[in-house]
C-alpha cells in the first residue's frame, strides 16, 4: 500500500517480460500528450509461448527516458524484449471493426507502465537498471 498526507491506495503492479511495440505520442482532443507503447508479454511454457498484448501510456520517468532511447530500434524492425512492471491493470471490450473477426467483441488490456528493468536489442544488452543501494 503506497500513500500520501490525505490519500492512500492499494498497489496492483505485474511484472513480466515482453516485447516492445508501437510507441507513439498519443495526443488526446481533450489533455496533455502522452507517450504511449504496447508490450506483447510472454506467458506459458518456453516450449508453447503465449503473448498477452497490453496497451500502456508510460507513466514512469525513467520508462520515459528508456523508451525513448529504444524508438529507433523498434521502428527499425528489431526484437527489443525488456523485462517491465506494469500499475493499474484494467480491461476493456470492444468490436473488431476489421479482418476475420469483424462485428465480434474483443477485450483489451490496458496499464501503465511504470519501470523497465533491462531492455535487449536483437537479443544484446542494451540497458540495465542499476541497483539502488539502501
Known amino acids: 500500500m503506497s500513500s500520501n498526507e490525505s490519500n492512500k491506495y492499494f498497489d496492483l503492479h505485474t511484472s513480466g517480460i515482453g516485447y516492445l511495440n508501437r510507441i507513439r505520442e498519443v495526443t488526446p ?3 496533455t500528450p502522452f507517450l504511449s507503447v504496447t508490450i506483447s508479454a510472454l506467458h506459458g511454457s518456453v516450449d508453447d509461448v503465449h503473448y498477452a498484448h497490453f496497451e500502456c501510456p508510460v ?4 520508462a520515459q527516458q528508456v523508451v525513448r532511447q529504444l524508438t529507433p530500434a523498434v521502428e527499425g524492425k528489431l526484437k527489443v524484449l525488456v523485462g517491465f512492471t506494469l500499475s493499474d491493470l484494467s480491461a ?4 473488431h471493426k476489421h479482418g476475420d473477426k469483424a462485428g465480434q467483441t474483443g477485450v483489451g ?3 501503465r507502465l511504470l519501470r523497465i528493468w533491462w531492455a535487449k536489442v536483437d537479443g544484446q544488452p542494451f540497458f540495465k537498471e542499476q541497483e539502488s543501494a539502501a
Open 92 to 95: 476493456e471490450s470492444f468490436i
Open 59 to 62: 507513466s514512469g520517468k525513467k
Open 109 to 111: 488490456l490496458k496499464a
Open 29 to 31: 482532443e481533450k489533455g
